[in-house]
C-alpha cells in the first residue's frame, strides 16, 4: 500500500514537472543576430580628419619644393575632395545594421512568470565575411586594395596596399516569458548585452623616403587604429515565433539602453536596437 502510494506520488510529481517543463520548453536558435552601429559622431569628425590630413600633405608638398602657386592649386583639389566626401556622409543613414554569426540557447525555467532564461551570443570577423562571399560565388581580394606610384619628374615611387581587420560580438541574457498559439508563438524579455567591436584599416606603404614620413603622417591624421566601441546596457525583448511547435521560424527585436559606453576617436557606439532572426529548434 505504501509502495502503491510512494509510486502514485512520483508520478503525480513527474507528471507536473514534465507539464511545467513543456509548457516552458528551451530551445535552440540559430541564425543572425545584428546590432545597430551608431556612426552619427563618426560623420561629424570627417571634416576634422580631412582638415588634419590635407594639412599633413600640404606640408609634405612643401618640404618636396613645391611652390606656393603649386601648393595652393593642389590644395584647392583636396579641399574639394574632402567637401564631396561630407556632402555624401551627409545622406548616409547614421544608424547601421550590423549581422553576426548568431546563436542563442534557452533553458526552461518552469517559474510562474519567467519561463526561461536566454543567452545569446554573435560574431563577426572578417574571415567569416570572405567566407560568407567566397559561398555566394564572390571573389574577394585580400589584401582589398593595392597600387604602385611612380613619379619620374620628382623621383618619387613606391607601392601601397589597403585592407580591412574587422571584429564584432555581442553577448545578452535575458529572461523571457513565452505565449504559445500552436503554430504561432510569442516572446517577451528583458536583460543584459554586452557589444564590442573594431575596425582597423591595415595600411602598408613603400614610398620613397622624401614622401614616406609625410603619407605616414597623413595616415595617422586619420585614427585608424580607433575605429573601436564598447557598451554595456539592458534591453527589452519583443519576440515571435512562426510553425510547428518544434521547428519555427524565429526573429526578435531588442530596444537597448545603454549604461556604459567606450569609444575611440571616432565616437563609434552601439545604437539602440538589436535582435536575432534565424531558425528555432524547441524542445
Known amino acids: 500500500m505504501i509502495r502503491t502510494f510512494v509510486r502514485a506520488g512520483t508520478v503525480a510529481i513527474g507528471g507536473v514537472y514534465l507539464i511545467a517543463a513543456v509548457a516552458c520548453a528551451g530551445g535552440l536558435y540559430v541564425g543572425s543576430s545584428f546590432f545597430a552601429l551608431n ?23 612643401a618640404n618636396l619644393g613645391f611652390s606656393p602657386q603649386e601648393i595652393a592649386d593642389i590644395h584647392s583639389v583636396l579641399v574639394e575632395a574632402g567637401n564631396r566626401i561630407e556632402e555624401t556622409v551627409d545622406d ?44 555566394a560565388g564572390f571573389d574577394v581580394p585580400k589584401p582589398l586594395f593595392e597600387t604602385e606610384f611612380d613619379i619620374h619628374e620628382l623621383a618619387i615611387e613606391g607601392a601601397a596596399s589597403v585592407d580591412v581587420d574587422l571584429s564584432a560580438w555581442m553577448l545578452s541574457t535575458e529572461v523571457v516569458k513565452r505565449i504559445d498559439l500552436f503554430l504561432l508563438g510569442f516572446t517577451l524579455g528583458a536583460g543584459l548585452d554586452l557589444i564590442q567591436g573594431r575596425v582597423e584599416p591595415v595600411v602598408d606603404l613603400d614610398a620613397s623616403p622624401e614622401i614616406d614620413d609625410g603619407l605616414r603622417n597623413a595616415l595617422a591624421a586619420l585614427h585608424l587604429d580607433e575605429l573601436t566601441w564598447s557598451t554595456f546596457g539592458v534591453h527589452a525583448t519583443v519576440g515571435i515565433e512562426l510553425g510547428l511547435p518544434f521547428l519555427r521560424i524565429y526573429g526578435d527585436l531588442r530596444f537597448l539602453l545603454p549604461l556604459s559606453e ?22
Do not use: H, N
Not at 559622431?41 to 588634419?52: E, G, N
Not at 512568470?113 to 567566407?131: F, H, K, M
Not at 567606450?262 to 524542445?283: E, H, K, P
Open 92 to 135: 548616409l543613414p547614421s544608424l547601421v545594421p550590423l549581422p553576426l554569426l548568431g546563436v542563442a540557447i534557452e533553458i526552461p525555467l518552469p517559474l510562474v512568470v519567467v519561463d526561461g532564461l536566454r543567452i545569446t551570443g554573435g560574431l563577426l570577423t572578417d574571415g567569416i565575411l570572405r567566407s560568407a562571399a567566397t559561398v
Open 262 to 283: 567606450r569609444d575611440g576617436w571616432w565616437g563609434l557606439r552601439a545604437g539602440d536596437f538589436s535582435g536575432l532572426v534565424g531558425i528555432a529548434i524547441l524542445f
Open 39 to 61: 556612426v552619427a559622431d563618426a560623420y561629424a569628425r570627417v571634416p576634422l580628419a580631412t582638415a588634419a590630413v590635407i594639412d599633413a600633405l600640404d606640408a609634405t608638398m
